[in-house]
Structure formats: C-alpha cells, structure tokens
C-alpha cells in the first residue's frame, strides 16, 4: 500500500520556523522525484519546492526561495521541508508528491497534507 504520511505543520508566529517531513512506503522512494506543494483557502495549489532523486537537484518557488529548504533521506525514504522566516502568507494546507516519469508513463502519488498556520 501506497502510503505518503507528512507531519510537523502547526501554529508558529510570524518569523518562526517548522520543519515538515513525509515518509514513504509501498513504493521505491529513491527513483521518485518529490515535491512541496501548498494550498490555501480559496487559492490553487501551488508548487512550493521539489528535489530530484538523489538530491542533487532543487528548484523553489520566488516566494519562499531563501526561506525554505527541501531535502531527502532515501535510506529512511524521508523527504523534508525546512520553512524558516515565515510569514502569514505561507498559511495553508502543505502536500508531499512524488511523481515518477517513466516510458510506460506517469506515476504520481499525494499525501494527505499537514496544515501549516502562521498567526500571532
């Protein structure tokens, strides 16, 4: 069974910082890209970060480049999301995705998300 299982949102103060993580499972986590995504109330999801699939490769949405930071443990199939400096705007519900491109295909899956509130 498919499983991407994120944890670590909450409420955190304008300036503060979380990490989020996600762990896979009923898949092979190395020979997946990943990727951050976000969604607000009444907003389309957007893309927030990915990585590539041994790590060497990361691209950021303008909005949080400099403030988050993604990364992946393919030993313990964990990817991460390191969100510091955050401001009311990075409110919303975060979603871990991992998404294999293949000749025969796509195959992509989605966590359940984790909601991440930023309010003094």
């Known amino acids: 069974q498919v499983q991407l299982v994120e944890s670590g949102g909450g409420l955190v103060q304008p300036g503060g910082s979380l990490r989020l993580s996600c762990v896979a499972s009923?898949?092979?986590?190395?020979?997946?890209?990943m990727r951050w995504y976000r969604q607000a109330p009444g907003q389309e999801r957007e893309l927030v970060a990915t990585?590539?699939?041994?790590?060497?490769?990361?691209t950021y949405a303008g909005s949080v480049k400099g403030r988050f930071t993604i990364s992946r443990d393919n030993a313990k199939n964990t990817v991460a999301l390191q969100m510091n400096s955050l401001q009311p705007e990075d409110t919303a519900v975060y979603y871990c995705?991992?998404?294999?491109?293949?000749?025969?295909?796509?195959?992509?899956?989605w966590g359940q998300g984790t909601q991440v509130t930023v309010s003094s």
């Open positions: 995705y991992a998404l294999r491109l293949t000749i025969a295909g796509r195959q992509d899956y």
């Open positions: 990585i590539s699939t041994t790590g060497g490769t990361t």
């Open positions: 009923g898949f092979t986590f190395s020979m997946y890209a």
